[in-house]
């Protein structure tokens, strides 16, 4: 109860702030865009991570607030850097499975931010892990009309669930995001490697863009790279920074 109640607090004086975790193309080195992750100030406990929070967010109902926040402020600070003259780049946004459950919700929640902001649709990318597709009745024609407004959608965490194959046939997704279990011994392990390799060729069959989460170490990367992967996100590159430390990192 004490910390919901301080999750209201929370979002009423702004202790709330975006992280931004790069993406990298294997194959060019460039940056092609950032992952938002939403972090807590609190002003006694210091920084909570949203493992702490977002399951009493989901729980209470705050969800949608918090999504709404992370939602404005990642496409107004995308913007922002576009208007800043900085290469334009794609910010993803993870959603819970509970803000698809609203009825003539998220959508018309998207159009109002991205005309509030300015950021143009291609620009903004939606993470969902598995519990986002519980409900294909519901998620499907959401997605479609997703895709309509030219928004990208991922799969996050691929790989861990149980039916993650049929999501690739049913939903209109773009980016397969190979979750970091896979990756982390990837080097050592030739059945990680293979089950890697083939989620890569999958993704590639299917017309999907692949990234592998989780990299923190440059023989990873190589391995990855020879494996046909298209994009790398982990602490090898950066962890989630800061406003200040991600425009650091955009300037070397
Ligand atoms: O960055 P970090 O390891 O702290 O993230 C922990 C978990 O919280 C991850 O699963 C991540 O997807 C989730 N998360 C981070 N930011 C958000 C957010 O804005 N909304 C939702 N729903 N989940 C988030
Ligand atoms: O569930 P999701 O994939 O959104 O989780 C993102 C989380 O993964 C973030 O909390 C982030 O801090 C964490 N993360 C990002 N890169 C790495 C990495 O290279 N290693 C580890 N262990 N965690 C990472
Ligand atoms: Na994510
Ligand atoms: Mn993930």
Not at 109 to 117: F, P
Request: hydrophobic share 40%; glycine share 6%.
């Amino acid at each position: 109860y004490e910390l919901e109640n301080n999750l209201r607090v929370a979002l009423a004086n702004n202790e709330l702030f975006l992280t931004y975790q790069p993406k990298q193309n294997v194959k060019t080195g460039e940056i092609t865009g950032m992952e938002a992750l939403v972090r807590w100030k609190h002003p006694t406990i210091g920084i909570i991570s949203p493992l702490n929070f977002i399951p009493i967010a989901e729980k209470t109902g705050l969800i949608y607030q918090i999504g709404e926040w992370v939602l404005h402020e990642a496409c107004r600070q995308t913007k922002q850097w576009q208007v800043e003259g900085f290469q334009p780049l794609v910010v993803s946004v993870n959603l819970s499975a509970n803000q698809f459950n609203r009825k003539d919700y998220l959508l018309p929640l998207i159009d109002r931010i991205l005309a509030e902001t300015g950021l143009d649709p291609t620009y903004l990318q939606l993470e969902l892990t598995e519990s986002g597709f519980q409900d294909p009745v519901l998620v499907k024609p959401i997605l479609e009309q997703m895709k309509e407004r030219r928004l990208t959608i991922s799969i996050d965490d691929f790989g861990t669930g149980y039916s993650s194959l049929s999501y690739l046939k049913q939903f209109p997704i773009d980016v397969v995001k190979i979750d970091r279990a896979f990756i982390r011994e990837i080097c050592e392990n030739k059945g990680d490697q293979q089950l890697t390799k083939s989620m890569i060729d999958l993704g590639h069959v299917l017309g999907m863009k692949v990234i592998a989460e989780g990299v923190e170490e440059i023989e990873q990367i190589e391995l990855l790279r020879e494996l046909g992967c298209d994009e790398v996100q982990g602490f090898f590159i950066a962890k989630p920074l800061t406003n200040e430390e991600f425009i650091e990192f955009l300037r070397k």
